[in-house]
């Protein structure tokens, strides 16, 4: 059973910063791509982040490339988003979830994620 668990969330005022993390645990970590999602209240949840199973490949939503940077470190088992110049917008509850398959290849498509942690919120203060 595949356990993700993030923190890192919190209230922020715009123009800040902020570093969610996400803890994986009961497989080989290493062998899967990552990503992360956000849910705003009365909206869908969609796609923000998502890192390849080795930390080569890189994707972002538009709305947040060049203020937010995943990255990966597969010895600790751990996916991270560092969230910088943050706007009003980007207040949503922060999803790390994972790909069921091994070496299968970065999506931005919450249908292709098989594991889900819990959530952490973000609020970002105007």
């Known amino acids: 059973q595949v356990q993700l668990v993030e923190s890192g969330g919190g209230l922020v005022q715009a123009g800040g910063s902020l570093r969610l993390s996400c803890a994986a645990s009961?497989?080989?970590?290493?062998?899967?791509?990552m990503g992360w999602f956000r849910q705003a209240p009365g909206k869908e949840r969609e796609f923000v982040a998502a890192?390849?199973?080795?930390?080569?490949?890189?994707y972002y939503a538009d709305s947040v490339k060049g203020r937010f940077t995943i990255s990966r470190d597969n010895a600790k088992n751990t996916v991270s988003l560092q969230m910088n110049s943050l706007k009003p917008e980007d207040t949503a509850v922060y999803y790390c979830a994972a790909r069921r398959t091994a070496f299968s290849s970065i999506s931005k498509f919450t249908a292709e994620y098989d594991y889900w942690g819990q959530g952490t919120q973000v609020t970002v203060s105007s």
């Open positions: 009961g497989r080989t970590f290493s062998r899967y791509p």
């Open positions: 890192i390849s199973w080795n930390g080569a490949g890189v």
